[in-house]
C-alpha cells in the first residue's frame, strides 16, 4: 500500500502547475499575432477533439475556480448558443475533419434545458462529421439534472458523463454551499445508466472544511457503492486571488497539508485495493477501463480535458475562456461575454490571448508529459523520437533531481528516469525541473499537495 511521507509533504509541498499542457497558460501571450494562431490550425489535417465551454450556473459552489456566470434566466443561455453557432461557422474545414472527441464543461450544461441541448445537438450535426466511435462526454450536476436531460443528452450522442459530487459529508456540503443528496446522486447514475450511458466517472475533492482522513473513507467508501469507471479526486486548490468566492471557505477552516496528504493515503488505499488503478494526478480508473489500459501501454496522453487515450487530436474549443490546441499552438479565447460577441460580430475568432511553441517547447512539452502519463523517461526513445540526445539535452535537469532521488521519488539510471510509487505524489514537482519558463514566471499556482 502506498503511505505518504509526511517528512516529503513538509518538504515538497509547495507552487506548482498541473501541467495539462506545456508551456503552461501563464506563458500565453495578448500580443502574440493572431492570424499566425489561425493559420496553425489550418496545417492539421487529421480528427479534432472539440471542447464547447457553457459558463452558467444557478448557484455559486464556493470552493470553484472556473469561469462561471451565475444566473437563474434562460435568455442568456439561449443566446450564449446562438453565438457558439457563430464561433464554429468561422471554421469553414470543420466539416471536412472528423471529430473524434467532444467535451462538454463548465459550469453545468445540465444547465440549458432538455429542448436546447436538443437543438445544439442537431447544430453540431450539421457543422461536423463524427466518427462513429467518438467519446462524446459531458460534465453534470446532479443537483439540476431530470431524465430529460439525460435523454437529450443521449439523443445527442453522449456515451461518456462525469457527475461532480466533490463530498457526501453533509457539514462539508453546507460548507461550501453544494448541498447535495444520495437521492439526487443515485438517480443521475440511474437515469445515465438507463439510457445506455454505461461510462460513468465521478468528481470528488479533498482538503475541504470539515473534512478528516476518516471522514474520506466514509465518502470513498460510500461513492463506491455507486461503482463508477473511473473517479477524479481533486486536491482542493486554494487560489482566492483567481476565485475571490473562496475566501469564503478560510472562516470553516481548511486542513493543513499534513492531513490533506493523510487523506490522500485513505483515498488511494480504498480505491486500489477495491479494483481501481492510480493513474496519477489525482485519477483512477477501473483496472480494465480503457484508460488504465492506456496508461499500461503507455499510449495515455494529457492535455486540457485531464488524461485521455487520444493522441494527436487538435482541440478545437469554444465558448468565453476556452483553450484550442495545435501541433504549434495554443490559443485562448476571450473572458467577457461582451467581448466575446462583438468579436463575433466583427466575424472574428474571439481570441484573447496565445502561444506559438518553439523547438525547445515541443522537447520539454513531450518530456514532461510523458512523465506525467508514464511516470517514466526512456532517454533513447525519446531521443529518437525528439531527434536529440536526451541524456545530454537535459544534462542539468536530471543532475538537479539527485535530491529527489535520495528522498525515493525516482529511480536514475544511464538509459531512464523512473518515478517511484511515493513520487507519483510529487509528480509535479518533478516535472517542474523540466520547465524552462517557470524561473522567469510571475504567475501564482496552487500547492503540490
Known sequence: MLKPDLRLVEKYNKPGPRYTSYPTAP?????VNHQQLLQETQKDTGPLSLYFHIPFCQSMCWFCGCTKIISNKREPAERYLHNLEREIQLYPENANRPVQQ???GGGTPNYLTPDQIQRFGNTLRNHFDFAHNAEISAELDPRRLTQEHIQAFQTLGVNRVSFGMQDVQLSTQKAVNRVQSDTQNRNAIDWARSAGIHSLNIDLIYGLPHQTPESIRNTIQHILSYDPDRLAVFSYAHVPWIAPAQKILERHGLPEAEAKIQMLGVIIEELTSNGYQYIGMDHFAKINDPLAVAQRNKTMQRNFQGYSTFRD???????????????????????DL??????LDQNTVPISKGYLLTQDDHIRRTTIMRLMCDHTLDYSQLSRELDIDFADYF???????VDMEIDGLLERSETSLKVTPQGTLFIRNIA????AHLAQSSARHSRTV
Open 102 to 104: 467532444l467535451h462538454f
Open 27 to 31: 506563458q500565453f501571450s495578448e500580443s
Open 313 to 335: 487530436l487538435e482541440i478545437r474549443a469554444f465558448g468565453i475562456t476556452s483553450i484550442s490546441q495545435t501541433q504549434n499552438s495554443y490559443r485562448q479565447n476571450v473572458k
Open 338 to 343: 461582451n467581448a466575446y460577441e462583438q468579436a
Open 395 to 401: 544534462r542539468h535537469e536530471i543532475h538537479g533531481l
Open 432 to 435: 517542474m525541473f523540466f520547465d
